[in-house]
Structure formats: structure tokens, C-alpha cells
């Protein structure tokens, strides 16, 4: 069975500081990796997706993540954040032999202080 | 921008009452995942559909709940009877098809109160 886990539930940081939240996952096979957010009163949205090649991916809003298969980790990181960036994103993994189950993360609750 | 479409987007029930919740996905999406996101949670798959068919149930209460997609477009998700545990934000979600590289376009949910 495939699992993922997210190390912080909530994140405060000011507007400028760097980002990076933690992804480990569990799964023995290839697998496809995927950060999602929600944005208050918004619904979920896909930031970024991983399936092979470079693991460094680049999404929408200046994130990035990198795929770290030694580590079964993709953390994402984001230079500098700003007070739009307040949301909820979470961790995604979808094994290749595992059907089409998305499993998701708990979630990490991000607040950005102007 | 085509949207997932959900309603009711809040429901109210008294345990042992039936619920339903309707969703109608993008255009020309033959798939559709219903998930459960309890508060604090990530979301987790209740039930996942190609067209008509149900490909993966494994994680569906089938006692009390049940889902169908007649007609291969909209989809219903129907709890009878509701529990206290039942609790929580029911998220609807489709996708052009099953391969892994289609995105997963979600809905705003129903949230599900039970008293």
C-alpha cells in the first residue's frame, strides 16, 4: 500500500522568507508525484506534477519540488512567499502498479504574515 | 474555464437520515473520483468511475453508501443512514481519462454536517 506523510501541519512564516515543506511517501514501485493547494474558499488545485525526467519540477507561482528517490521524498520549496500564497497544500503520490489511487497527504496549513 | 460541478455545496442531516450529493464533471471527462476529506485530513478515494462503470470501490462504505454514474456523465453519492462520523467535506473529481498524466480537476465539495 502506498502512504505519504507530511511532516509540518502548520507553517507561519513572514512575507519574503523561503519555503520548503516536507513530503516523504511510501511505495516499492515507480511512482507519480503531485502537490496540490487549496487556497481558502477556493477548491483544489494541481501545483505541480512529477512523472519522470528531470526531479526538478517547476510549477505555477514560482514553485518548484524536487523528487528525491533515495530519500522518498518531493519537498516543495518556494524562494520567497508572499501573503497569496496562504493555503493548505498537500502531497500526492499515485503508484504505477497501484491502479489510478491518488493518496494524499495530510496537508500542510501555510500562513503568510504581510 | 469548464468546472466541476457540486451541490449541495453545505448540507445539514440528523443521524439515521438519508443524504445525497450530485456532481456533473468537465466535458468530455470519462472519469470521475469521489473522495471523503475529513477536517484536518487529506482527501481519500471513496469510489472511481470510467463512463459508467465502477473501476475502484475498494475504500466505499458499501453498508451505507453507494454511488452510481447511469449515464456516464453526472455521478450521485447517497448515504443511508448517515453517521455522526460521516462528517466531513465530500469531494467530486474528474479526469479526461485513467492514465496516470491526466490531472485530476476537483470540485468545491459538499460539506456534510451530521447531527
Known amino acids: 500500500a502506498q502512504s505519504v506523510s507530511q511532516h509540518n501541519h502548520h507553517v507561519i512564516l513572514s512575507e519574503a522568507a523561503s519555503l520548503e515543506l516536507g513530503c516523504n511517501y511510501s511505495?516499492?514501485?515507480?511512482?507519480?508525484l503531485f502537490w496540490y493547494v487549496q487556497y481558502p474558499g477556493q477548491h483544489l488545485q494541481l501545483l505541480l506534477k512529477?512523472?519522470?525526467?528531470?526531479?526538478l519540477v517547476k510549477g505555477i507561482k514560482g514553485f518548484e519540488a524536487e523528487f528525491i528517490k533515495s530519500k522518498f521524498s518531493f519537498n516543495l520549496r518556494k524562494p520567497s512567499v508572499q501573503w497569496s500564497d496562504t493555503a493548505e497544500y498537500f502531497c500526492?503520490?499515485?503508484?504505477?502498479?497501484?491502479?489510478?489511487?491518488?493518496?494524499f497527504g495530510g496537508g500542510t496549513r501555510l500562513m503568510v504574515k504581510p | 474555464e469548464a468546472e466541476v460541478a457540486q451541490s449541495p455545496r453545505y448540507k445539514i442531516t440528523e443521524k439515521s437520515q438519508a443524504v445525497a450529493f450530485w456532481c456533473d464533471p468537465i466535458?468530455?471527462?470519462?472519469?470521475l473520483y469521489w473522495y471523503r476529506q475529513i477536517l484536518g485530513q487529506g482527501p481519500e478515494l471513496l469510489v472511481q468511475f470510467q463512463d459508467e462503470s465502477v473501476v475502484d470501490d475498494s475504500q466505499l462504505p458499501k453498508d451505507r453508501f453507494s454511488a452510481e454514474r447511469l449515464k456516464g456523465v453526472d455521478s450521485t453519492l447517497k448515504i443511508q443512514p448517515a453517521e455522526l462520523g460521516d462528517s466531513a467535506m465530500y469531494l467530486c473529481a474528474s479526469s479526461f481519462g485513467q492514465a496516470n498524466y491526466n490531472e485530476q480537476f476537483f470540485g468545491p465539495g459538499t460539506r456534510l454536517t451530521v447531527l
Open positions: 511505495y516499492g514501485g515507480t511512482v507519480n
Open positions: 466535458s468530455g471527462h470519462a472519469t
Open positions: 512529477y512523472f519522470s525526467g528531470d526531479p
Open positions: 500526492a503520490v499515485k503508484g504505477n502498479n497501484a491502479g489510478n489511487m491518488l493518496t
